[in-house]
């Protein structure tokens, strides 16, 4: 799979930094069911601010083209952190499964 098709290289930097806030909101009291949501909102921010410091839109269609580019961008950002952390936690769960079935 290219990461590249779908993800601008410039903003591959989302996923470890969306990562790293998940992370920091997890040892938060708010939900985990909502993390995921937060880093969604938090992708589309940071992807916006990139994009409209990068290209300010001079019209209408620019700026549509801007806000599209933006959820969509986060939204994949949000998705690469989710999957990157699941991974994690089923690696650590494997390795716990392995000792147990040593012991």
Do not use: C, H
């Not at 779908?6 to 040892?27: D, H, M």
């Amino acid at each position: 799979m290219d990461w590249n098709a779908y993800l601008k290289p410039e903003l591959s930097v989302l996923i470890p930094v969306l990562y790293l806030i998940g992370a920091a909101l997890k040892k938060t009291s708010i939900g985990n069911w909502r993390i995921p949501f937060l880093l969604g909102g938090g992708g589309i921010l940071l992807a916006a601010l990139y994009l409209l410091s990068s290209a300010f839109p001079d019209n209408g269609p620019q700026l549509f083209a801007l806000l599209f580019s933006a959820v969509t961008q986060g939204i994949l950002g949000a998705a690469g952190a989710v999957y990157a952390n699941n991974l994690l936690k089923q690696y650590t769960k494997r390795k716990e499964e392995e000792q147990d079935a040593d012991s």
